[in-house]
């Protein structure tokens, strides 16, 4: 072994065996009970080194979701306890068979624990996870988390490879539509929900499934949001950015987590002791176990940090990984490297320890099997009711220009109306899937077109349907007849966007328009002077300026999952009015990229929000660009609805405190505004709370998110609204990368968005 290797791996030793828990997770989920203590140890003492090694072994079956070959011989090494964990097994029979070679056929019948990218729902499907943090809603996504766990653990599935909390400031990146966003205060808000609706109550019901936080850590950071490329963030960015969704998962008693792909700073994050070790174990008393990303392991020889297997195998579980997924690399490595001493007896009993106590606390080793009589199929009602509402919440409503005299939406349903549906996407059922579908069957999602069709029988409209172009096609052949229905139409909805398959993992793209010829579809159905509503399918933002100036109304559906169509339907036509916001900044061209709201001030900003730093009389020597703003074409939390909101009496009490009150914690600051519906219709509005530190050691951003309420207002109807600022939202990780509240001018906004509002202030004093 090479000297540098040997320190490395050595320091992360050191580090693994320091990791005394400073403090245990607020909910551990249950793997800290004495009694599962016990359990795993009266195993573990009868577990050879071989036994042991096979825990930390996990293979996939059946579908591949990497670049891998199928494993040949994994019925014999399932029958040797040679495979602790298997992946994409997804029906009752499967995962029972592969059970009974484990639990009758090896000779300690430990049970495999089965894991499933079970993403944004199982059988049943909901909108992707970007659309769903749209909701602002994280009571929602633990109800749909909470129903895929029950349709996934009905099959034996009992691991989902989910949430994925990776924060993303780069629309490019393919991924972006698997997260939460931009904002760690929000991303970990929806990191609870997640874990919450997975596991449930207590891990040992039957219906509940352990939760993977994932990709730990930073890879939402891929450079040129390049999906799987290096990333760049110094430890305050790591801490204040990228970790906190994992510390809320992992506080939540999220029991496994994955690390990933990327290299940070040149160490690989699955290899990386600071993280896997320090961060995770030590500071925050994660109990569970680690599992690596698809063949992550292995590819540190392709990172350049191992020359061989065995080294890779070496780095890895020695920062901290516990299991790697697909490639048999500790399977073939640990046994000697743990018979020569490079990898200490304890490091190794550990990791087995952890993934143990997951597989008790599951209570499989009391209940191994499932029922088989339960079909994999789609829950009716319940299911069907929840998908809807978790679509119309994904919703949001970007413009709502007037037509005439009144907003373009919502649309009225007056017989013989003449609606012009074109669009690729409006009857594309596999596309409403969007990425990482699950078991969701493209035959049950029921398209726009349908929908639509089913309203105008209804309600006598007149509907005319056209495609106009393929999503990506460079066939304008289609263009005519789309052009002449929308002639012919009163209305015109124009379904356009990204198919489900361009986002999600290895879909990153370079250019963030609407893909093939639909822009130029979009251009001529505009021309035809019609008024059009825009419905935009995608999973990341789209950078769509041209439309944002000349189209009335456009509404971002994102993926919406099965129930797309009568979503969409209810929305248009006002039964539910749209109340999601956005939670990504929407670029007006790739060259903006990344463009995110939490941003520092700089020292020559063009403008700042709170009128403070700008030099006003030149307009030159500022940062941005010469050809175009350095704002987003929207902004985050941007979303309308058919009603209007207004803020009032937003203030701050008390407006002077002490940072050590705060700061020992216990104390904190009260932020009240009124909220008031000024419509006429009802509502749901999203107030949310932003701060700004002045005055501190090191430059925090313009804003920051700090609170949000969805509240639902009747014409009229005001809510008086409050929000507690303590340690949690004023701590940040100062010049002495300690997490502290330091003294400060401190800004407050209650908005209903990132860009608006007037700030109330308070002191924050020494
Ligand atoms: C690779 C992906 O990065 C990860 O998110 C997924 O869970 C695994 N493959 C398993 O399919």
């Keep these: 072994m090479q000297r540098n290797t040997a320190i490395a791996v050595a320091l992360g030793w050191m580090l693994a065996s320091a990791a005394q828990p400073v403090g245990f997770a607020a909910q551990d989920a249950g793997l800290g009970a ?22 930390l072994n996990q293979l996939s079956v059946d579908s591949l979701t990497g670049p891998e070959r199928k494993v040949d011989n994994g019925d014999e090494l399932i029958r040797s306890g040679r495979v602790g964990s298997i992946i994409n097994a997804v029906t009752a029979r499967e995962t029972n068979a592969y059970q009974r070679k484990a639990v009758e056929g090896s000779s300690l019948h430990i049970p495999i624990l089965f894991g499933l990218d079970v993403i944004h729902g199982f059988r049943t499907l909901f909108p992707i996870p970007l659309g769903l943090s749209a909701s602002w809603d994280p009571a929602l996504v633990e109800q749909t988390a909470r129903f895929a766990a029950e349709e996934a653990s009905g099959q034996g599935v009992r691991w989902t490879f989910s949430p994925m909390v990776d924060m993303a400031r780069d629309p490019r990146w393919g991924r972006i539509a698997e997260g939460a966003g931009e904002d760690p205060y929000l991303g970990s808000a929806f990191a609870r929900a997640y874990v919450r609706g997975y596991q449930g109550e ?17 890879y939402g950071a891929a450079e040129g949001g390049r999906d799987y490329n290096t990333t760049e963030i110094s430890e305050r960015t790591l801490r204040d950015v990228y970790l906190p969704p994992f510390h809320a998962a992992v506080d939540a008693g999220a029991g496994t987590v994955m690390s990933a792909f990327n290299a940070i700073d040149g160490v690989p994050a699955s290899a990386n002791p600071f993280t896997l070790t320090q961060v995770l174990r030590r500071e925050w008393g994660f109990l569970g176990f680690v599992d690596s990303d698809w063949t992550a392991v292995r590819e540190l020889m392709l990172h350049g940090i191992a020359d061989d297997e065995r080294t890779a195998a070496l780095r890895s579980f020695s920062a901290g990984v516990d299991m790697d997924m697909q490639t048999g690399i500790f399977l073939r490595n640990i046994p000697e490297l743990v018979r020569s001493g490079q990898v200490p007896q304890g490091r190794l009993d550990d990791a087995v ?13 009391d209940r191994p099997y499932v029922g088989e009589s339960r079909a994999p199929g789609t829950a009716a009602g319940r299911g069907e009711a929840l998908a809807r509402r978790a679509a119309e919440e994904s ?24 609606v012009a549906l074109i669009g690729p996407l409006a009857d594309s059922a596999g596309d409403m899937l969007g990425c990482w579908s699950g078991q969701a069957q493209a035959r049950d999602m029921v398209t726009l077109r349908s929908a639509l069709a089913e309203r105008a029988a209804r309600e006598r409209l007149r509907l005319t349907f056209a495609m106009g172009t393929d999503v990506a096609g460079a066939s304008d052949s289609g263009f005519a007849r789309a052009i002449e229905d929308a002639r012919k139409a009163d209305v015109v909805v124009l379904a356009l966007g990204e198919s489900g398959r361009s986002t999600g993992e290895a879909s990153s793209r370079s250019d963030l328009g609407l893909p093939g010829c639909q822009e130029r579809l979009l251009e001529a159905v505009v021309a035809t002077g019609k008024p059009v509503v825009l419905i935009v399918f995608s999973g990341r933002p789209l950078a769509i300026a041209w439309a944002s100036e000349h189209v009335p109304a456009i509404l971002m559906a994102w993926f919406p999952g099965m129930q797309a169509g009568p979503a969409l339907v209810r929305t248009l036509f006002g039964e539910s009015q749209p109340s999601g916001r956005l939670t990504v900044s929407v670029p007006r061209s790739v060259g903006q990229v990344p463009v995110y709201y939490n941003h520092l001030n700089t020292g020559r900003p063009r403008v700042d929000p709170i009128g403070l730093g700008a030099d006003k009389s ?14 987003p ?6 979303g309308l609805t058919y009603t209007s909101f207004s803020y009032s009496q937003v203030r701050v009490n008390p407006e002077r405190v002490s940072a050590r009150v705060i700061g020992e914690g216990g104390s904190s600051l009260t932020v009240e505004a009124d909220v008031r519906n000024t419509g006429n219709r009802e509502g749901t509005e999203t107030a949310q709370l932003y701060i700004r530190l002045r005055g501190t050691s090191v430059a925090r951003p313009v804003r920051e998110l700090k609170g949000f309420e969805r509240v639902h207002l009747a014409p009229g109807e005001s809510r008086h609204l409050e929000f ?22 401190l800004y407050v906004w209650v908005a209903p968005d990132c860009s608006t509002g007037t700030p109330a202030r308070a002191e924050i004093l020494p």
């Design 34 to 55: 004495p009694q599962l203590q016990a359990r795993v140890e009266s195993l573990l003492a009868r577990m050879t080194l071989e036994d042991k090694v096979g825990q």
């Design 724 to 745: 507690k600022l303590g340690r949690e939202e004023l701590a940040f990780w100062n010049a002495g990368m300690s997490f502290a509240v330091e003294p400060a001018s």
């Design 353 to 365: 320890r952890a993934i143990l106590r997951v597989k008790f606390a599951l209570g499989l080793f």
């Design 395 to 418: 919703f949001v409503l970007l413009e709502n220009r007037k037509v005439r005299d009144a907003p373009l939406l919502p649309l009225s349903a007056s017989p013989g109306r003449r």
């Design 633 to 638: 074409l929207y902004p985050f939390g941007h």
């Design 618 to 631: 030149d307009p030159y020597f500022v940062t941005g660009y010469i050809d175009q703003t350095s704002e």
């Design 202 to 218: 207590r891990l040992d019901d039957p219906t509940s499934v352990v939760a993977c936080a994932k990709h730990f850590v930073g």
